[in-house]
């Protein structure tokens, strides 16, 4: 079956950089699109990123455009979101998703960004 497990998360202060990763099992990686979703407490979840099934197409929400960079490794099975000059307002449950329909999802990682 499809698995999505996020790891990497964790507390950082303003301005350090993280890197979360996205270990994939149960489909062949090379076939979907995959993105990055977040979700602060109160909030709805929302797109962070999202790269094509070959790598070649990105793209990113506004808030995050210039300092997040999504990446994949199909043979490795795994999907990266650097986040670099981290804020508060970032601080939110990172999600994996597959595309498609249904759609797929991780458990989650926690992102804090505190001073």
């Known amino acids: 079956q499809v698995q999505l497990v996020e790891s990497g998360g964790g507390v950082v202060q303003p301005g350090r950089s993280l890197t979360l990763s996205c270990t994939t099992s149960?489909?062949?990686?090379?076939?979907?699109?995959m993105s990055w979703y977040r979700q602060a407490p109160g909030k709805e979840r929302q797109l962070v990123a999202f790269?094509?099934?070959?790598?070649?197409?990105?793209n990113y929400a506004a808030s995050v455009k210039g300092r997040f960079t999504i990446s994949r490794n199909n043979y490795g099975n795994q999907v990266y979101l650097e986040m670099n000059n981290l804020k508060p307002e970032d601080t939110a449950t990172y999600y994996c998703?597959?595309?498609?329909?249904?759609?797929?999802w991780g458990q989650g990682t926690q992102v804090t960004v505190s001073p």
């Open positions: 149960g489909f062949a990686l090379k076939d979907w699109g």
């Open positions: 790269i094509a099934s070959t790598g070649y197409m990105t």
């Open positions: 998703s597959r595309s498609g329909n249904p759609r797929y």
